[in-house]
């Protein structure tokens, strides 16, 4: 989802930007390294943690 909390200045990438572009969207920062509470978790989430990435790259280890 979009982050609110950047400046209004700035453009803030929404879901629907990069469809069909061939890249994903990989997380920056995991959930799963964020599991102290339900708030640090979410905003994983956000697109300000989202990494356009080849499929190659984001699709396996």
């Known amino acids: 989802m979009p982050d609110d909390s950047l400046p209004d200045t ?12 061939g890249y994903d969207r990989g997380h ?3 959930p799963a390294d964020r599991t102290r509470n339900q708030a640090n978790n979410h905003t994983t989430f956000l697109i300000s943690n989202m990494m356009l990435q080849v499929p190659e790259l984001n699709r396996s280890v």
């Open 10 to 21: 700035w453009y803030k990438v929404r879901p629907n930007d990069y469809t069909g572009s």
């Open 28 to 30: 920056i920062a995991p």
